[in-house]
Structures are given as C-alpha cells and as structure tokens.
C-alpha cells in the first residue's frame, strides 16, 4: 500500500496571517517522517463564498466551481493537520466555512490541530474537534498549542517555534498520532471498497 497523503491546512487567510509561521514549522518536522507524503493546502487558493449551496453535499451535488475543486483536493488525502488560529473564542469563519463545503471527503480520516492564540487556541480546537467527528474524522488526542507568551516571542521575532522544545515534542506527538490512524484508517477504507466490489459482483 502506497504512503498515507497528509495535507497540512493553512486555516486563515488574512493578509497579516500568523498562520504561515506554524505552517512552515509543522510541515518540515512532518515531511521528515518517512512514511508519509506531506502537502501544504492553502485556502487562500480556494476563496470559497460563505456556505450557499442547497445542502451539505452529503445530499446534494456543490455547483460552486471553486466547491468542487476543493472536494476534489480534500479527497486527495489520508490525513490532515490544520493551523487554528483563535478569534472571538472560536475558529476562523474560513477554516468553518471550509470544513462545511466538502462531506464525504473528509469520512474516516484523522484530523490534527496546531493552535494558537491567547490559550494556545484551545477552545478553537476543542469546536474543531466537534466539528470533525460529524463529519466522521477521527480527531487525534495529540495537539499543539502555541500558547500567547510563546506566540509573541515568535511574531516579535525574538524566538523561533523550532527554538521552543515543548512545541518540538508536541508537534512530534501530534504526527505520530495522525500517522498511525492514517494508516489504519486507509487500511480500513481499502477494505471497506473491496467489500463493496465483491457485493456488486
């Protein structure tokens, strides 16, 4: 079986976005595991409307050209990692907005979260959480969260992520842990899709 694909989401698209930084970090710790293939995904390459289809597409086909390109890439994918950043207590509007265009796709697949924010974005993560398991992901216990004294050291330019050891061990944890359900759930999905070939005979 091929290497599980992981896509690292950059979940802000602002123009003084912070979310390039832990972006950068993230994906070379993970690109130095060897038994996955890493892609960054940038919304900022996907400007979604806010939600305005008939139906989730769980129901009903997206009609949005820019919604079926982003099907199609979610599809793509084994596993994921998403940057949170924290406003209001919450997700970003885009990254929500992101997670309700595409329904199927995202089944069965593991869901990672750094975060940051004035509690390292822990409440953005625990929504995301939520937010994964309706849509059937398998959200993983590892997290990191770039709590505010280190995210000031970072955007002050006064410490670097790779330079803060905590962050290094949680960002490891974390990958494992997407890593290993990227496995066993790709493996299960295989399974499931020859059973149904063998129902369709």
Known sequence: MSKPKIAIVVGSTRAARFADVPTAWIAKIAKAHADIDVDVVDLRDFPLPFFDEVASSAW?????????????????YDGFIFTAAEYNHAPTAVLKNAFDYAANEWNKKPAGFVGYGSVGGARAVEQLRMIAVELQMAPVKSAVH???????????????????????QAAT?????????????????KADAIDEEIKAA
Not at 70 to 76: G, P, R
Not at 151 to 167: G, W
Request: overall charge positive; charged content about 30%.
């Open 173 to 189: 944890a974390l990958i494992n842990d997407v890593v290993w359900w990227a496995k066993a759930l790709k493996t299960a999905r």
């Open 146 to 168: 770039i709590a505010w004294g280190d995210f000031l050291a970072v955007r002050q330019v006064e410490k670097k992520l790779d330079e803060i050891e905590h962050l290094n």
């Open 60 to 76: 009903v086909p997206s009609t949005n050209e820019v919604a079926l390109r982003w099907q199609k890439k979610v599809a793509e």
